[in-house]
């Protein structure tokens, strides 16, 4: 069966700006996590919804927004960019949350100049 | 906040040698999973490991988890140009997040 498919692969945007990402996860699985990765800080978890509903939610401002659709595809949105927003941001699917299999999406490399 | 530090940041060696990389925390968790990650890639399973002095093996890779829950290790034997990549660790504290560790990014020298 088809893999988690992220949308763009790369997006190049400017301060100021906003950006959605897409992450459609595998089909029959209900929860989508989404994390951003930078060489400084790692793997750092955003959100996570279930269900069309946020469950969990990471350390970051306001400017970093997500929801899910009924058929389980979710976005995220960042809004007014900051150069500090540069990285690879990745999408996980899994059945029912975080404690079961998380399968990753290849990513979407945002940059912000 | 709960960290999970991972040791080597960095690590290069010939192919043919074995190796050693480390996960550790402060704190206990209640399940520990490593990844690898290729470029250009999202990062991918390798195991779970869930019960205290755990030890997996897949292949040439063997994973242990501490007893005390609080640290993990890989093991690669007869390393092979294959297994270069990121490698992360990454632990449930008893929440419904997933942390990961600091990564360890390893290149096999043919």
């Known amino acids: 069966k088809a893999g988690v498919t992220q949308t763009p692969r790369y997006l190049i945007k400017t301060r100021g700006q906003q950006v959605t990402l897409s992450c459609s996860p595998i089909s029959g699985h209900r929860s989508v996590s989404w994390y951003q990765q930078t060489p400084g800080q790692g793997l750092q978890f955003l959100f996570e919804y279930f269900s069309e509903t946020q469950r969990n939610k990471g350390n970051f401002p306001g400017r970093f927004s997500g929801r899910q659709f009924s058929n389980s595809r979710s976005e995220m949105n960042v809004s007014t960019l900051e150069l500090g927003d540069s990285a690879l941001y990745l999408c996980a699917s899994s059945l029912e949350g975080p404690r079961n299999i998380q399968y990753f999406g290849a990513g979407t490399r945002l940059s912000v100049l | 906040t709960q960290l999970l530090e991972q040791s080597p940041q960095f690590l290069s060696i010939q192919e043919g040698e074995n190796l050693t990389v480390y996960c550790n925390s402060s704190?206990?968790?209640?399940?520990l999973q490593w990844y690898r990650q290729e470029p250009g890639e999202g990062p991918v399973l390798l195991v779970t490991?869930?019960?205290?002095?755990e030890v997996k093996k897949l292949k040439r890779l063997t994973f242990q988890f501490g007893d005390a829950r609080k640290d993990s290790s890989l093991h690669i034997t007869a390393a092979q140009p294959g297994d270069t990549g990121l490698y992360l660790c990454?632990?449930?504290?008893?929440?419904?997040?997933?942390?990961f560790g600091t990564g360890t990014r390893l290149t096999i020298i043919p």
């Open positions: 990454a632990a449930n504290f008893g929440n419904e997040k997933l942390t």
């Open positions: 490991v869930v019960t205290g002095g």
């Open positions: 704190s206990v968790f209640s399940s």
